[in-house]
């Protein structure tokens, strides 16, 4: 079996430190790991399967000799050292938006268009963290009835914002109990106990980037330019993983059990769904878990036909790194 | 100016609370005011207008003389005293689920159908607080363009539970930060950096005694039929103030540029809606507050046509309490 040489760029960032985690966890070929990051975060060190690797400065040459690149280290990192890695003769999959809408760039969920990857011309992106997990629990039932329509709100966990976000939500929540101030750094306003219907920046329609998001990711990794999103995205004071509430308009008839039959069965979702005695998604529950959760299943009360569904997810796992080790898994098969 | 003999039933709860504070703040022309408890409640001392009023049992006969009667207490309290208490010439305004959908009682939004209230038998009912927040925000629009359909996902705070969930929310957020067990009581699962898609009982169709209470009150209110509410309640690790996202199919088209000028003239209403720049309703900014705030209201990407919109008001005020003192204010108009 072919081993890989392979760099994790951003290796000190919330999402870089879980593809670390889950290459080794999943026994990812690999022949030599180089785990890159800006200057002040090189020199730390990680232990990958009991070895220390210390933290490189990423450089323009830093991708010599390197198979594959794990990307997550932000817009500018993407923009400027993929397509060196690229000329090194590196394949990049880049956890970022920078690549995401680029034609020559696919866009991969591999339980849902795994076939994509073939027109890959180096750069390979993975989809957003919220559209990830939607995208994922609408398939199915795409394939079985077609999808017209998706109206989506989200409850986003901080640490999608990153480490920084992680110890806000701790310090803000701290200081609020103890009636110290509440300093505001990350988030425009109060995360602690508040909720903020903001990802992202703001278009001239009032939509935000996350949102937009959600409707172009979505058309893309379905090959589907007729079906729209309608998405709010929101972040709330939770540390890990994303809820979803999802409401579709389907183009067939599908009643909710054989909705629920189709989810368990797809790879990488577990159905959770008696809600009569209290089961259901949670982001608690799925904090750390490699699934797509998928609960509260049943007809929605507009669509007509259509389904209404509750979604939840690790967004640093699916939504970011496990996806795009995913990724990896199917570039070398 | 006639002045009233006004009861609180259930005086010592967090909306009970909010209705003796708001009647003072109101000057609501009040000639004696009773407060009324459970045995367990009964002997508490509260403060109005500067007058020591000791809390007295409910029993019975506890309504002779009073004018008007302003229910929080529960299904059983309002399905024993209510009727009593029309018995003895009282008129009842009852903040609970237990009488909303009863044909002889009418459901009040001052704002949005006071004619209503002339149906009295005795008892008026307020609505539920996550369907008041957001039949407020859609009746300029409703009256402007018509509504066909509206879906709406919620983030409900944990005062709508009442005071033991604010005290578990605090306390399973204390318990966290420092390491220690976290104690579930009041919810079926761990509120705190958590989120919950139930809000009370599930039906067999999947959906909570809370989603549909927002489809058949929002018909009762409208006088219309005809309006379909798909919702998702949803409890968030907040303490005071419901957010709803909101989608509305109208009938016309109708701009986002008029819907908000329609909605800032509205009663009661406060537009917040520059999210370039970082304004939009917080449930923190709502908190104390009378209003209903409405903001990132913009152009629906699935219906058309139609608008989104982002709602929030204090749950214990307009959501129960201030509502519930409006319609007194109406009544004795």
């Known amino acids: 079996m072919k081993h890989y040489n392979v ?24 022949n030599h790991l180089s785990l890159l990051a800006s200057h002040r975060s090189a020199g730390r060190e990680y232990y990958f399967k009991n070895e220390k690797i210390e933290v490189l400065e990423l450089k323009d040459d830093s991708f010599q000799g390197i198979d594959i690149a794990l990307f997550s280290g932000g817009d500018e990192v993407s923009k400027h ?16 938006k920078y690549y995401r809408m680029d034609p020559d760039v696919p866009l991969i969920i591999p339980e849902v268009n795994p076939e994509d990857i073939k027109k890959h011309k180096g750069i390979i992106a993975n989809p957003n963290c919220s559209t990830t997990q939607m995208v994922v629990a609408l398939k199915p039932i ?7 329509n998706v109206i989506c709100a989200t409850y986003q966990s901080v640490s999608g ?32 106990f508040n909720i903020l219907p903001q990802i992202g920046s703001f278009d001239e329609t009032g939509y935000s980037s996350e949102e937009i998001k959600m409707l172009d990711e979505t058309r893309k ?28 308009e389907t183009k067939k008839e599908i009643t909710p059990a054989l909705a629920r039959e189709l989810l368990d069965k797809f790879p990488g979702i ?9 089961k259901y998604p949670l982001s608690l529950m799925a904090e ?36 795009t080790i995913q990724i990896a898994e199917l570039l070398i098969k």
Do not use: C
């Open 161 to 192: 914002t990153g480490k920084e976000a992680i110890e806000e939500l701790r310090e803000q929540t701290r200081a609020f109990l103890e009636g110290d101030n509440i300093d505001i750094k990350v988030y425009p306003h109060q995360i602690a």
């Open 270 to 278: 577990k159905v959770i769904d008696q809600p009569d005695v209290g």
């Open 81 to 96: 050292y993929a397509p060196l890695a690229v000329q090194a003769g590196t394949v990049v999959i880049d956890n970022g």
């Open 142 to 148: 795409y394939d079985a009835v077609g999808i017209k």
């Open 288 to 323: 750390g878990k490699d699934e797509v959760f998928v609960g509260r299943v049943r007809r929605d009360l507009v669509f007509n036909p259509g389904l209404a569904m509750w979604v939840v997810s690790d967004n640093l796992l699916k939504g970011a790194a496990l996806n």
């Open 7 to 30: 760099a994790v760029v951003g290796a000190t960032g919330a999402v870089g430190e879980e593809m670390v985690r889950i290459l080794e966890e999943r026994s990812f070929p690999i």
């Open 221 to 248: 990794i379905l090959n589907d330019n007729n079906i729209n999103v309608s998405a709010t995205t929101v972040r709330v004071p939770v540390f890990r993983a994303h809820a979803e509430d999802i409401h579709i």
